[in-house]
């Protein structure tokens, strides 16, 4: 596959890959996600319009986003037979994602009795209009032929819990295709509609059938000439409001010929403004270059920009998997990448959680605690979507019971990491004020809630809980969760010594504190327990322990642990997974504690602990190898951090990336990689860093690299950053931060 010059391109067909394609060719405009499949592929391939926050249940299965009626869907028919893949084989085939400006297109060729037959279409989601998908379908043979286009909408979705509509009407008029689909749970309405326009003459006739209702275009075709169809396609729900029927008819309407050309160009128009901050230069390595912006596209295809408040899923926009649910990912892998570069979408993420606050208090007290306990993976509403039995076991078909929901209380103090990097990078507060203040308040009171105390010594603990390696759970005093909750207790402290924390609907925090014995004594509740919780130090080795009693277990080989496995789907954690009770982890956890505090580390110690925990990881989630390659690089090691930062830029385009959990299917883009790889460049690498409200940079180039060029926002301002690497003359390296504009 070859990644270059900003596209991806594969030559040949080949079955095996339809699914890993559908994400690697994804294309998005943060409204939707269009699966990079075929025009003629159904739901046998995983062909989907992915809508963003918009989520339906039917029975026991779980709640997941919906996959909008198909109207890409176009076929080909020659003098009456199909030409379509996988079915009938091509004589040539390409397929290419120009991930410079997200279009996706294909050129296919195939052999019939009377010659050959040549299709070539592209597509794309509108970032102009986030409704708007537009497509281009161009037929030429090399013989006079009998030629007919099949093209509509395709309401027979693809869904993994599903079907989620449970009535679906279809109808066309004035040759408008319109489609309206009513969804199981609330009732609520997905609404599709297109226009094809033909620049050649043809009888079109409409054909439909319960599921799909398409536009019958029949031709004769002179030999090399090119017949090309073009579609705008609109995609509206009850989400966008009470017009959203009528919106949805009037956006194809105007549809007329040239109506491609124009969208075509404002969209890449589009997409060239973002990449004119986003865009990350690099001399001397292009396969990196290339990964690292590849990985920034798909970014920008899920960045929520049509609203002021919505988060992204962990598989992005790519399906159903994780049941589009938002878990941590967001705030500490994907969010930093927008406050450098989009800080608007970075303030709709955080919304999100504010706007989910009373779901997450109402969590905390089923569990019996205070405060605010998010979701741990996270749907409309802040309903949490986890479920006990979150794994399925393969031997016994049975579900697993698992603590992911109950137990991973590290979520909360994600969400007040993520509002206070969102403040100290922009200089903006109103965040604050607008329900920042309260959530961070709520989030302290839950840790507060979660403390044991030890009678035997002035001591807080947390026990019984999952940290970010998920395959050991209900452990006791994980380092990473500790120091979190420490964080939280302290900055809520600091805020309530600063000013009293207002309620969203004007009533002060501290008349509510008030209430409940004053927002002093919270505060110095709040420090209290900061100083007081127990927080794992490095041991005479200079090895942290990832929890208590971690060192005790199985000391064996991540390939000795993987030789017992039964099963090749096995789930690696829970109470009888090969890892549960060896010191083999899922994921970077003592490694992502000292990444966040290195001011709590001497350089020697994260090294040390690198060096003991790396070969421990199985980088069992796509999440892990970005914490190695940052934490490398504050260990001054940029060459040790290069490898894990390439797989973290490569998730999306390389192949072997875990697909089960058990008998779950959890295959889709990796967003949360895509920021890691983000945040490994520019604060890894280039050593991009805040320090009381200045920016600054302290970087540490792979041995390839000469020289790195890219734009962040900080503070309100736009800064033109180049960090190059000391020549033969030179100590130290040259960092320009250069502002642009204010
Ligand atoms: C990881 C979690 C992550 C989730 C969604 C799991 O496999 O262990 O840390 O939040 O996937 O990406």
């Given at each position: 596959m070859k990644v270059m010059n900003w596209r991806i391109e594969r030559t040949g067909y080949d079955q095996n890959q339809i699914t890993s394609y559908g994400n690697r060719f994804l294309t998005?405009?943060?409204?939707?996600?269009?699966?990079?499949?075929?025009e003629e592929y159904t739901k046998e391939q995983l062909a989907a319009v992915n809508l963003a926050g918009v989520y339906d249940r039917v029975g026991q299965g779980?709640?997941?986003?919906?996959?909008a009626p198909n109207p890409l869907y176009t076929c080909l028919k020659v003098d009456g037979e199909y030409y379509r893949l996988p079915d009938k084989e091509a004589k040539k085939h390409s397929f290419t994602l120009d991930f410079r400006h997200g279009i996706c297109s294909r050129k296919t060729v195939w052999h019939t009795l009377r010659g050959d037959v040549c299709?070539?279409?592209e597509h794309f989601a509108d970032l102009c209009d986030p409704h708007i998908i537009r497509m281009k379908y161009a037929v030429k043979t090399k013989f006079h032929g009998d030629i007919e286009v099949l093209t509509g909408i395709d309401a027979d979705v693809w869904d993994i819990n599903g079907p989620h509509y449970d009535e679906i009407s279809l109808q066309e008029e004035d040759n408008t295709l319109i489609a309206r689909a009513t969804t199981h749970e609330k009732g609520d309405h997905v609404y599709v509609t297109e226009q094809v326009t033909v620049d050649f003459p043809c009888e079109m006739k409409t054909k439909s059938d319960p599921l799909t209702l398409q536009h019958r275009i029949c031709f004769v075709t002179e030999p090399e000439r090119e017949y090309c169809i073009e579609k705008t396609a609109a995609v509206y729900t009850d989400h966008d409001g009470t017009q959203a029927e009528f919106l949805a008819g009037e956006a194809v309407r105007a549809d007329h010929a040239g109506a491609y050309q124009t969208g075509k160009r404002r969209h890449c128009e589009a997409w060239e403004r973002l990449w004119a901050v986003a865009e990350v230069q690099i001399t001397g390595d292009d396969e990196a270059m290339y990964a690292l912006n590849y990985s920034i596209y798909h970014l920008q295809c899920i960045a929520p920009r049509h609203t002021d408040s919505l988060s992204i899923a962990a598989r992005g926009l790519s399906g159903q998997t994780y049941k589009g649910a938002v878990f941590w990912d967001t705030e500490m892998f994907m969010l930093d990448f927008f406050l450098y570069t989009q800080p608007a979408v970075a303030k709709t993420l955080l919304k999100y959680r504010i706007d989910t606050l009373p779901g997450a208090l109402q969590k905390a007290k089923e569990y019996g605690y205070q405060g605010a306990f998010y979701a741990w993976e996270s749907q409309e509403g802040g309903y949490d979507a986890c479920t006990d039995y979150n794994v399925t076991d393969v031997f016994t078909g049975r579900p697993m019971r698992t603590y992911f929901k109950d137990k991973q209380v590290h979520i909360s103090a994600a969400i007040v990491s993520g509002i206070m990097r969102y403040v100290n990078t922009t200089g903006d507060d109103s965040l604050l004020t607008e329900g920042g203040y309260e959530v961070i308040y709520e989030c302290a009171r839950f840790y507060y809630s979660l403390l044991t105390k030890r009678v035997d010594r002035e001591q807080y603990e947390i026990l019984d809980v999952i940290g970010p390696d998920e395959y050991h759970e209900r452990v006791n005093n994980n380092g990473y969760t500790n120091r979190m909750a420490k964080y939280v207790l302290e900055t809520a402290a600091a805020l309530l010594a600063y000013q009293a924390i207002p309620h969203r609907d004007g009533v002060n925090r501290q008349e509510t504190a008030g209430s409940e014995g004053g927002w002093q004594m919270w505060a110095g509740r709040f420090e209290e327990a900061a100083?007081?919780?127990?927080?794992?130090?490095?041991?005479?080795?200079?090895?942290?322990?990832?929890?208590?009693?971690?060192?005790?277990?199985?000391?064996?080989?991540?390939?000795?642990?993987?030789?017992?496995?039964?099963?090749?789907?096995?789930?690696?954690?829970?109470?009888?997974?090969?890892?549960?009770h060896t010191?083999?982890?899922?994921?970077?956890?003592?490694?992502?504690?000292?990444?966040?505090?290195?001011?709590?580390?001497?350089?020697?110690?994260?090294?040390?602990?690198?060096?003991?925990?790396?070969?421990?990881?199985?980088?069992?989630?796509?999440?892990?190898?970005?914490?190695?390659?940052?934490?490398?690089?504050?260990?001054?090691n940029p060459d040790k951090a290069y490898p894990f930062f390439l797989k973290s830029a490569n998730a999306d385009l390389s192949d072997g990336g875990k697909e089960w959990a058990g008998l779950v299917y959890i295959g889709g883009t990796h967003p949360a990689a895509a920021g890691g790889a983000y945040m490994t460049a520019i604060e890894g690498f280039a050593g991009i860093y805040m320090e009381n409200g200045e920016l600054k940079a302290e970087p540490h180039l792979p041995k390839n690299w000469s020289e790195m060029r890219f734009h962040i926002w900080a503070l309100e301002e736009l800064y033109e950053v180049c960090v190059k690497r000391p020549d033969e003359l030179q100590t130290s390296y040259t960092v320009t931060l250069h502002k642009v504009s204010g």
């Amino acid at each position: 596959m070859k990644v270059m010059n900003w596209r991806i391109e594969r030559t040949g067909y080949d079955q095996n890959q339809i699914t890993s394609y559908g994400n690697r060719f994804l294309t998005g405009n943060g409204y939707m996600g269009i699966r990079g499949t075929l025009e003629e592929y159904t739901k046998e391939q995983l062909a989907a319009v992915n809508l963003a926050g918009v989520y339906d249940r039917v029975g026991q299965g779980w709640r997941e986003p919906l996959n909008a009626p198909n109207p890409l869907y176009t076929c080909l028919k020659v003098d009456g037979e199909y030409y379509r893949l996988p079915d009938k084989e091509a004589k040539k085939h390409s397929f290419t994602l120009d991930f410079r400006h997200g279009i996706c297109s294909r050129k296919t060729v195939w052999h019939t009795l009377r010659g050959d037959v040549c299709i070539e279409s592209e597509h794309f989601a509108d970032l102009c209009d986030p409704h708007i998908i537009r497509m281009k379908y161009a037929v030429k043979t090399k013989f006079h032929g009998d030629i007919e286009v099949l093209t509509g909408i395709d309401a027979d979705v693809w869904d993994i819990n599903g079907p989620h509509y449970d009535e679906i009407s279809l109808q066309e008029e004035d040759n408008t295709l319109i489609a309206r689909a009513t969804t199981h749970e609330k009732g609520d309405h997905v609404y599709v509609t297109e226009q094809v326009t033909v620049d050649f003459p043809c009888e079109m006739k409409t054909k439909s059938d319960p599921l799909t209702l398409q536009h019958r275009i029949c031709f004769v075709t002179e030999p090399e000439r090119e017949y090309c169809i073009e579609k705008t396609a609109a995609v509206y729900t009850d989400h966008d409001g009470t017009q959203a029927e009528f919106l949805a008819g009037e956006a194809v309407r105007a549809d007329h010929a040239g109506a491609y050309q124009t969208g075509k160009r404002r969209h890449c128009e589009a997409w060239e403004r973002l990449w004119a901050v986003a865009e990350v230069q690099i001399t001397g390595d292009d396969e990196a270059m290339y990964a690292l912006n590849y990985s920034i596209y798909h970014l920008q295809c899920i960045a929520p920009r049509h609203t002021d408040s919505l988060s992204i899923a962990a598989r992005g926009l790519s399906g159903q998997t994780y049941k589009g649910a938002v878990f941590w990912d967001t705030e500490m892998f994907m969010l930093d990448f927008f406050l450098y570069t989009q800080p608007a979408v970075a303030k709709t993420l955080l919304k999100y959680r504010i706007d989910t606050l009373p779901g997450a208090l109402q969590k905390a007290k089923e569990y019996g605690y205070q405060g605010a306990f998010y979701a741990w993976e996270s749907q409309e509403g802040g309903y949490d979507a986890c479920t006990d039995y979150n794994v399925t076991d393969v031997f016994t078909g049975r579900p697993m019971r698992t603590y992911f929901k109950d137990k991973q209380v590290h979520i909360s103090a994600a969400i007040v990491s993520g509002i206070m990097r969102y403040v100290n990078t922009t200089g903006d507060d109103s965040l604050l004020t607008e329900g920042g203040y309260e959530v961070i308040y709520e989030c302290a009171r839950f840790y507060y809630s979660l403390l044991t105390k030890r009678v035997d010594r002035e001591q807080y603990e947390i026990l019984d809980v999952i940290g970010p390696d998920e395959y050991h759970e209900r452990v006791n005093n994980n380092g990473y969760t500790n120091r979190m909750a420490k964080y939280v207790l302290e900055t809520a402290a600091a805020l309530l010594a600063y000013q009293a924390i207002p309620h969203r609907d004007g009533v002060n925090r501290q008349e509510t504190a008030g209430s409940e014995g004053g927002w002093q004594m919270w505060a110095g509740r709040f420090e209290e327990a900061a100083e007081k919780l127990y927080i794992p130090q490095p041991d005479k080795t200079g090895i942290v322990e990832q929890f208590d009693g971690y060192r005790k277990l199985e000391d064996v080989s991540i390939e000795e642990v993987r030789g017992r496995l039964l099963n090749e789907k096995e789930y690696w954690g829970g109470a009888y997974g090969v890892a549960s009770h060896t010191q083999i982890i899922k994921q970077a956890d003592v490694a992502t504690w000292m990444n966040l505090f290195p001011q709590d580390f001497a350089k020697q110690i994260m090294e040390r602990n690198w060096n003991y925990y790396e070969p421990r990881t199985e980088h069992g989630s796509s999440l892990s190898a970005c914490m190695y390659a940052m934490l490398a690089c504050k260990c001054d090691n940029p060459d040790k951090a290069y490898p894990f930062f390439l797989k973290s830029a490569n998730a999306d385009l390389s192949d072997g990336g875990k697909e089960w959990a058990g008998l779950v299917y959890i295959g889709g883009t990796h967003p949360a990689a895509a920021g890691g790889a983000y945040m490994t460049a520019i604060e890894g690498f280039a050593g991009i860093y805040m320090e009381n409200g200045e920016l600054k940079a302290e970087p540490h180039l792979p041995k390839n690299w000469s020289e790195m060029r890219f734009h962040i926002w900080a503070l309100e301002e736009l800064y033109e950053v180049c960090v190059k690497r000391p020549d033969e003359l030179q100590t130290s390296y040259t960092v320009t931060l250069h502002k642009v504009s204010g």
